[in-house]
């Protein structure tokens, strides 16, 4: 018994040595963010899923080291993280929700969830230049996805020209509402200015292999900058075309606020083209006999929503109503809302303010992490995509234990990448980027 156990232990050995080499490393890291990309093209949840837990997933559980466990909780971040995602599943008690499957199920997804963080950590450590290689792949995948999504909108005859924007462009892929499609896109749109268009600090200069090889020639990198250029386009129109304005608002501040930091003229072209598409819009809404871009979304309309949320969410002010516990909003028309079109108060509402208090703790310590790397690297990237989720959330957006979803790849992918930078920071200069 003991030389079946010992034959098993040197085979698992033998296999993550051979995974855990660089090569093998930067393949399946390709593979996770080829992951991510699939949910720009599909709606299919089981696709998803298989993928994630055959290809992503257990290569990841084969490669990883003890040491990387226990240099997780060192991260503040993974631990405001875990602490407002776990006070999520708890409210479960004063809940609606019954038996014993369902807290079975929520627990599940709680560390599915948590792997994620853990497995976005840990290839931004272990490949150089991973949000990199992440942009390029975004620059191809939603560049494209964007174009079809585009033609998707014209084909279907959804745009009466100088008649009104009431119908919205969606996404092909797992993002099937307009404003979830728009978050979603308006987070790869800031990914790719300051991901492959204006990269700055060492990530423009490079890191490891990759930056000192093909980023020196220089040919490479001009070419992917044009790629991320021409995608960043495609991205921005779909986004007007969503007439998201919280997406569009998040995409112009980030943007604007790299602009002043970092001085890149660079930045006013991907300004220029948001602002030509969305004056575009608005011509077009002004013949709207309802006015500017519809009734349905007014200022005021989403003003009384708010009140109400707040209304509802003050009932029970101090812990909420608890995890999923949805609720309904009925406007002065009659209308009946079931979200709140906000996180803040979306969050207020399931984890009252004990639930608030973690997630702002979270937003906090994030922006930290993000602001410290940017004096580190001078890269503008992470703290972008950082504050991007944390404005649009202003306007939409709301934050539940899920598997695969849009929010894993705007919301919990920059925490991930923020948690891959604290581990770096506290890690031997030497040794930074390798586990």
């Not at 745009?159 to 797992?174: F, N, Y």
């Not at 896109?185 to 060492?202: K, Q, S």
Request: hydrophobic share 55%.
């Amino acid at each position: 018994m003991q030389h079946h156990v010992a034959s098993l232990t040197h085979a698992l050995d033998s296999l993550r040595r051979t995974l855990a080499t660089d090569r093998a490393r930067m393949l399946w890291a390709g593979i996770f963010c080829l992951f991510l990309c699939s949910l720009f093209v599909t709606d299919k949840v089981r696709l998803h899923r298989n993928i994630y837990y055959v290809l992503v997933l257990a290569p990841f559980l084969l490669q990883v080291g003890r040491r990387y466990w226990a240099d997780l909780p060192g991260s503040p971040v993974f631990l405001a993280a875990l602490a407002f995602l776990g006070y999520l599943w708890i409210t479960l008690f004063w809940s609606s929700a019954s038996g014993g499957y369902v807290f079975y199920n929520e627990a599940r997804t709680l560390v599915i969830l948590l792997s994620f963080l853990a497995i976005t950590a840990f290839y931004a450590l272990n490949v150089d230049d991973f949000p990199r290689l992440l942009a390029k792949l975004l620059a191809c995948v939603a560049g494209g996805a964007a174009l079809v999504s585009v033609y998707v909108f014209y084909a279907g005859k959804h745009i009466p020209m100088l008649g009104g924007l009431e119908s919205r462009a969606v996404d092909i892929g797992l993002a099937g509402h307009p404003i979830d499609s728009a978050g979603l896109y308006g987070f790869a749109a800031v990914f790719l200015i300051f991901g492959l268009v204006a990269r700055g600090g060492e990530g423009a200069r490079g890191q490891g292999q990759e930056a000192k090889g093909i980023e020196a020639g220089g040919g490479t990198c001009a070419a992917w900058s044009w790629i991320g250029a021409a995608a960043l386009v495609a991205v921005l129109v779909f986004v007007v075309l969503t007439q998201t304005r919280g997406a569009l608002v998040g995409i112009a501040l980030v943007v604007g606020l790299g602009l002043l930091i970092q001085g890149d003229r660079r930045l006013l072209m991907a300004l220029a083209v948001l602002g030509v598409a969305i004056l575009a819009v608005i011509v077009f809404s002004l013949h709207h006999p309802e006015g500017m871009i519809g009734e349905e979304r007014r200022l005021g309309v989403r003003g009384e929503i708010w009140s109400l949320a707040l209304e509802r969410a003050w009932e029970r002010p101090w812990f909420g109503f608890g995890l999923n516990e949805h609720q309904d909003l009925i406007s002065a028309s009659g209308e009946l809302h079931g979200v709140a079109h906000n996180l803040y108060l979306e969050n207020l509402h399931f984890g009252g303010l004990v639930g608030t208090f973690l997630l702002l703790a979270l937003a906090a310590l994030a922006l930290r992490g993000a602001w410290r790397e940017y004096r580190r690297t001078g890269g503008f990237l992470l703290l972008a995509i950082v504050l991007y989720p944390l404005v649009f959330g202003i306007s939409a957006g709301y934050l539940t234990l899920s598997k695969i979803s849009p929010m894993w790849i705007q919301f919990w992918l920059p925490v991930g990448l923020v948690i891959a930078a604290e581990i770096r920071a506290r890690r031997d200069p030497d040794h930074a980027g390798k586990i």
